[in-house]
């Protein structure tokens, strides 16, 4: 494979896995943990993308608290204040994927940094009880353009922070939908397809596919 200028990583499910609040939702609603986390994140993203459309942007905390409070709602869970908080900031402190610090680690000396839809406060909070922080050199989020992705404006954040063409750039996500996203920006992409699903049908064909990121770093 070639060298890119920059390897840009998105955060959630790809170098942290959103799935690890189930225990804490099994923990309040017993037994119902993983339908909840499931539902949750399923319109959390919902959320962002129309959030784009309507032309009204809101920061991706009070997105996670408002798809939370509909998910726990939708279920017939009755959640107060209180459990709702709890829940909430549980995504300050996410579990990275098994192979994630010494993958990342294994991809130096090339420039790694994170580009994702969370805030900068929420992001730094689980990058660094992860211990990740030490290994990118920056964060980027989608507060800088008021837009989340699959936003054109919002891959540009990265080729404008690496000095570089979109060519010069792999973006690595586990969201099929991101890597298009950032495909019809002119990135390079790679799609961490844990799960073995099918690809997105979005008219695009990702650069890379792989496991995992420590595949990723067997093949760079």
């Not at 699959?150 to 969201?175: E, G, I, K, M």
Request: hydrophobic fraction near 50%; charged fraction near 15%; glycine fraction near 8%.
């Amino acid at each position: 494979m070639r060298q890119f200028t920059g390897l840009v990583f998105d955060a959630y499910g790809t170098l942290l896995d959103v799935g690890s609040v189930a225990a804490a939702c099994d923990v309040r609603f017993p037994g119902r943990g993983a339908d909840l986390s499931q539902r949750w994140r399923q319109r959390q993203l919902e959320y962002t993308w129309l959030s784009s459309l309507m032309g009204r942007h809101i920061d991706f905390w009070q997105v996670t608290g408002d798809a939370l409070a509909y998910a726990c709602a939708s279920l017939g869970l009755a959640a107060d204040a209180p459990t709702l908080a709890a829940l909430r900031d549980t995504y300050r402190t996410l579990t990275p994927f098994a192979e994630v610090p010494a993958a990342l680690a294994r991809l130096a000396p090339q420039r790694r940094l994170v580009l994702s839809n969370g805030t900068g406060v929420m992001l730094r909070a689980a990058l660094g009880h992860a211990g990740l922080l030490p290994q990118l050199e920056a964060v980027l989020t989608v507060q800088a353009v008021g837009i989340f992705k699959p936003a054109p404006q919002v891959y540009a954040l990265a080729t404008t922070h690496l000095a570089c063409l979109p060519d010069a750039v792999l973006f690595v996500s586990a969201n099929g939908w991101d890597v298009a996203g950032a495909a019809h920006a002119g990135l390079n992409t790679c799609w961490v397809n844990r799960s073995d699903a099918p690809p997105e049908v979005l008219g695009v064909t990702p650069t890379l596919v792989v496991r995992d990121l420590a595949d990723l770093a067997d093949r760079l």
